[in-house]
């Protein structure tokens, strides 16, 4: 049994959905899952991993209107057979959110790697973690010491669930450190 799952935009003409589809060995769609921010905005799915009990974990960026603007929201989904279970949002207490990375674990939880887009500091790295039922369970923000850019790339989870990410942070001299 060999299928596979993809994520990305699918254009609509004059935006782009966040989109993602499983397909098996010989190319027939298994199910397709769309979805359009309600900013109606450029949407685009960023990641996708399988789950325990044959579930989906899918993260992406998307637009929406929150207090009447348009912001970046990282908005991650749990789906099964082509039903969303659920769907999650994160913009931080800042202007948008925006996903890098995505990784699971064997018990279906979901670490999220991105940026904060501060006003007028630069972005806040940022780490979240859902368990397979959607309950937030940690949001960290990493804010260097000066205000530039700080960005999380890419997130592992080993077998003792310890997280690792990478990414860069600003320095004094206008640097980007790692």
């Not at 913009?91 to 007028?120: F, H, K, L, R």
């Amino acid at each position: 049994n060999y299928n596979t799952w993809v994520c990305g935009a699918a254009d609509t003409g004059t935006t782009t959905n966040m989109v993602a589809f499983k397909q098996n060995q010989y190319g027939t769609r298994l199910w397709t899952v769309n979805y359009n921010g309600n900013a109606n905005g450029n949407d685009s799915a960023v990641a996708i991993s399988s789950l325990p009990n044959n579930l989906t974990a899918v993260c992406g960026r998307t637009k929406e209107l929150i207090n009447g603007l348009s912001r970046d929201v990282i908005t991650t989904m749990v789906i099964d057979s082509g039903t969303v279970l659920w769907m999650m949002q994160y913009a931080g207490d800042s202007t948008g959110a925006v996903p890098t990375a995505m990784t699971t674990d064997a018990d279906g939880n979901i670490y999220i790697t991105g940026y904060i887009s501060t006003m007028g500091s630069g972005k806040n790295a940022v780490l979240l973690v859902y368990d397979i039922t959607g309950n937030l369970i940690y949001a960290d923000e990493y804010a260097g010491s000066y205000f530039g850019d700080d960005i999380f790339t890419d997130v592992y989870v080993d077998a003792l669930r310890y997280i690792y990410v990478t990414g860069s942070a600003s320095s004094a001299a206008g640097n980007n450190d790692y």
